[in-house]
Every structure is written in structure tokens, then in C-alpha cells.
């Protein structure tokens, strides 16, 4: 089993769509967990991390269900920019990150 | 966020010569940095943990007298990759830890071996 396992989609949706991505980690000590966005044949960003409470910056909502070992991004109103593969992270033991394979989003006119 | 740079962005050299990759923290100090290769449509790959002053940890399978790596201050730490052959041909990619554990990326380097 994946330490992070993502749908890979990818998900086609039309503008102004709102679109949720899920991502499950299966180590319950895992101690931090970030989205990053990565376009094509760059690196990737650091979109937010995710606290207990959950975080918005935008129209970038993410959460975290510690019980259930899943985050969650949800992004409203979307943008051809969003455009994109989404990428969870899970740290685990300070230095030790697992990535997601990550999701792609293509956003539709 | 923090600035990564990474130098070269991009290398073309032939087979059997070695390239030296650097990364850098602009803005902040890192401890520990990270390097990562990707083939096209695949994930990420983590090379090996750069630790600032001592010697960097390795993940399984990838050679550390191919692919040295030296993290001598708490803004640079460099790969070099030795006796380079076209399967090393890839998009390196180094990353410096965040005080929160976020990693922040450099703009990666494309290598090419002819």
C-alpha cells in the first residue's frame, strides 16, 4: 500500500466549476501535510498547508480529517489557470515526506 | 515563499563527463535540502537528504559515488553527477525545508547526455 495514494484523474471541468481532490496517507504519526501545484515541466509550489482546523486562502480551501487520515483541496470558482497536477504531501518524522502521485486538473472555457 | 534558485537550468554534456547542479536558498537558511529527479509523467523521485555539515542520506538504489552530494553552508548544497550517461538524462529538481516543514523547490535543471 502507497504511503499517499491520489486519484490521478484527470478531472475536466468548466470554468467557474468548484472541484475537490482528496488524498489519503496512511501513516496516523504523519505530522504535517501540504498541496503543492506543479504545471507541466516545472517545479513544484507550495500551495498551502493544512492545519486541523483547515485553511482558506482564496478560493483554496483545505482540510484535514486526522481520524479518517485524509486531506482534502477544494478549489471554487475555477480558473483556466488552475490548470494544473496536484500534489499532497505528507511529512512523517521531521525530514521524511511522502508524495502523492498527484491529480490533474484541466480546466475547461 | 522563500526563493530556491538551482543552477544550471539547463546542461547538455556528453557521455562520461560529470555536471555539477547547485541549489540555493535565496532568502532564508536551510538545514536540510532535498534532491528529487522526475521522468516525464512520473512523480517525483527523492534522490538523497542534503544535511548542512554532514554527509547526505541516501535512498535505496540511488548511487552515492554517482551522485555526490555536498551541503557546505546553509544556503548552497550541490550535486554533481559523475561519469554521466544518457540514462541520467532527467528534470533534477533540489528543494530546501521550511521552518514549518514546507519545502520550497528551485526551478529544477534539465539534463541531457548525448
Known amino acids: 500500500r502507497k504511503e499517499v495514494e491520489q486519484d490521478p484523474g484527470p478531472f475536466n471541468v468548466p470554468e467557474g466549476a468548484t472541484v475537490a481532490f482528496n488524498c489519503t496517507y496512511s501513516?496516523?504519526?504523519?505530522?504535517?501535510f501540504f498541496w503543492y501545484r506543479q504545471d507541466c515541466r516545472k517545479e513544484p509550489k507550495l500551495l498551502m498547508s493544512v492545519y486541523s482546523s483547515g485553511n482558506e486562502d482564496g478560493r483554496f480551501t483545505a482540510q484535514l480529517n486526522r481520524a479518517s487520515q485524509y486531506i482534502s483541496l477544494l478549489i471554487r470558482d475555477s480558473k483556466l489557470s488552475d490548470s494544473a497536477t496536484y500534489l499532497c504531501v505528507v511529512n512523517y518524522n521531521f525530514n521524511k515526506f511522502y508524495f502523492g502521485s498527484g491529480t490533474k486538473l484541466n480546466v475547461k472555457p | 515563499g522563500a526563493v530556491v534558485s538551482q543552477h544550471p537550468s539547463w546542461v547538455i554534456c556528453k557521455s562520461g563527463t560529470s555536471v555539477k547542479i547547485e541549489c540555493r536558498s535565496l532568502?532564508?537558511?536551510?538545514?536540510?535540502m532535498f534532491w528529487y529527479r522526475q521522468f516525464p509523467k512520473q512523480s517525483l523521485m527523492l534522490m538523497a537528504t542534503s544535511n548542512e555539515g554532514s554527509k547526505a542520506t541516501y535512498e535505496q538504489g540511488v548511487e552515492k559515488d554517482k551522485f555526490l552530494i555536498n551541503h557546505a553552508s546553509l544556503t548552497l548544497s550541490t550535486l554533481t553527477v559523475t561519469s554521466a550517461h544518457p540514462e541520467d538524462s532527467s528534470f533534477y529538481i533540489c528543494s530546501a525545508l521550511g521552518s514549518s516543514y514546507e519545502q520550497y523547490f528551485g526551478p529544477g535543471t534539465r539534463l541531457t547526455v548525448t
Open positions: 501513516n496516523s504519526a504523519s505530522q504535517s
Open positions: 532568502d532564508f537558511q536551510a538545514t536540510t
